[in-house]
């Protein structure tokens, strides 16, 4: 299976909008994952003379959604996203086991739920790529604005189950902050250490840390961790209690994430 082709948009401050390309890419058709600014994404289609033939949206946020109506009306595209959640347009609401077929493109993906972020966001897989929007970060994970601790543990561990060479297309460029704190979780772990000096020399260069892979987050991303005797020990030290369920622990490491500077 040849490996699937994914153009970058960097988008408002961090945000990275994906075009997934066919399996030919001289046919110039492509998908727009979570396009958040529509012009942006029609210069683009513009400029290469790009066939917008559908849209996959990963959860209702304005920066995941914010070009969705535009570009759905101007291309007269199937809209994917999650059926539990209020999208702009949405022609085809998902959820975990559901395929999205996209013929044009003879590329498919399946349909992962992971809630957390949000109550309904999904995920999609394919063709060796995770398009996980604000789940999973490089480092870190989404905030959890609608979701508990536990929903998010088990989302993460649904992507964490992954083949670890799956590239992880996430919407955020957030790198850089959540290898600082990964660094105050784990100072003593060199995997990390390389990582977050890594990450650190490719930002100062201008070049993006995204897409990462399953087998690196699994190395690196404390939220990924949390089980980690070691790990664990160090996140109940920080929260001051002598021990805490599986659930616990990965609330209180978001919460300290949250408090973080
Ligand atoms: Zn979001
Ligand atoms: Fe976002």
Not at 101 to 119: M, N
Request: charged residues 20%; negative net charge.
């Amino acid at each position: 299976m040849r490996e699937l082709t994914v153009t970058r948009l960097p988008a408002f401050d961090d945000n990275y909008l994906w075009l997934i390309h066919g399996a030919d890419p001289a046919q110039k058709h492509v998908a727009a994952v979570d396009p958040g600014d529509g012009d942006l994404v029609q210069q683009a289609l513009d400029a290469y003379g790009y066939a917008l033939d559908a849209i996959l949206v990963t959860h209702h946020h304005g920066d995941h959604t914010g070009g969705v109506e535009q570009l759905a009306r101007a291309h007269a595209c199937p809209v994917y996203g999650p059926a539990r959640e209020k999208i702009p347009a949405m022609t085809h609401p998902l959820a975990a086991g559901d395929l999205v077929q996209l013929p044009t493109l003879q590329r498919r993906f399946s349909v992962l739920d992971v809630p957390g972020h949000t109550a309904g966001h999904i995920a999609y897989v394919g063709h060796g790529a995770l398009f996980c929007g604000d789940t999973l970060f490089s480092g870190g994970c989404g905030r959890l604005f609608e979701g508990t601790a536990a929903q998010m543990l088990a989302s993460l561990d649904q992507l964490a189950a992954l083949s670890p060479e799956t590239l992880v297309y996430c919407a955020h460029e957030y790198t850089a902050t959540n290898m600082k704190f990964a660094l105050a979780v784990e100072p003593n772990n060199p995997r990390v250490a390389d990582y977050a000096h890594a990450v650190t020399a490719k930002r100062a260069a201008g070049e993006s840390t995204v897409p990462s892979t399953i087998e690196r987050e699994l190395t690196v991303n404390p939220f990924l961790r949390s089980r980690i005797k070691s790990v664990a020990e160090r996140i109940w030290q920080e929260a001051g209690v002598a021990q805490a369920s599986e659930a616990e622990t990965f609330r209180w490491l978001r919460e300290w994430k949250n408090r973080f500077r």
